[in-house]
């Protein structure tokens, strides 16, 4: 039996070297992309912890900082004491959770979109320059949410 050439071998490994060439360039994307869009600044601010309490919502839309816009990729969650943001794992290069609390956050300004897609932008006390667009409908059915997992007559601290 002949050992195997070298263009035999290179024909073995293409693939799985593609791949992984592949997987490492979209990491470093991704990774620039939460660095020029302020997710790495906002995490460092606000370090993720487990959302033990509430509803998530998968797969939504926001503007993070002035140009990053994350379309169908971020996981957000509303709990008692704030507001979760988390990647999918194969998007999750470069970004790690952030959990905000309800008291160090405002609405900075309301959008209107002529009426029809009607945004919020979210002001942070400890990075007073990165703010987040979201949907407002999006941001109500947070904050009802977390109202409803407050005992009756409680404060929910979801309050904006």
């Given at each position: 039996?002949?050992?195997?050439?070298?263009?035999?071998?290179?024909?073995?490994?293409?693939?799985?070297?593609?791949?992984a060439?592949?997987?490492?360039?979209?990491?470093?994307?991704?990774?620039?992309?939460?660095?020029?869009?302020?997710?790495?600044?906002?995490?460092?601010?606000?370090?993720?912890?487990?959302?033990?309490e509430?509803?998530?919502?998968?797969?939504?839309?926001?503007?993070?900082?002035?140009?990053?816009?994350?379309?169908?990729?971020?996981?957000?969650?509303?709990?008692?004491?704030?507001?979760?943001?988390?990647?999918?794992?194969?998007?999750?290069?470069?970004?790690?959770?952030?959990?905000?609390?309800?008291?160090e956050?405002?609405?900075?300004?309301?959008?209107?979109?002529?009426?029809?897609?009607?945004?919020?932008?979210?002001?942070?006390?400890?990075?007073?320059?990165?703010?987040?667009?979201?949907?407002?409908?999006?941001?109500?059915?947070?904050?009802?949410?977390?109202?409803?997992?407050?005992?009756?007559?409680?404060?929910?601290?979801?309050?904006?």
């Amino acid at each position: 039996m002949n050992p195997p050439m070298a263009s035999e071998l290179w024909s073995y490994l293409a693939i799985p070297l593609g791949l992984a060439g592949f997987l490492l360039f979209l990491n470093l994307v991704l990774t620039l992309v939460a660095w020029l869009g302020s997710w790495q600044r906002l995490a460092a601010a606000y370090p993720g912890r487990p959302q033990v309490e509430g509803q998530v919502w998968r797969f939504r839309s926001l503007r993070l900082g002035f140009w990053a816009r994350y379309n169908n990729a971020v996981a957000l969650g509303g709990d008692r004491e704030g507001l979760h943001l988390t990647m999918p794992w194969f998007f999750g290069g470069g970004h790690p959770p952030i959990f905000v609390p309800w008291s160090e956050m405002s609405v900075a300004e309301k959008h209107d979109g002529f009426g029809l897609f009607p945004t919020v932008s979210l002001a942070f006390k400890r990075c007073p320059d990165v703010p987040l667009n979201l949907s407002a409908k999006l941001l109500a059915e947070i904050q009802a949410g977390v109202k409803a997992l407050a005992p009756q007559g409680g404060d929910s601290h979801a309050s904006l």
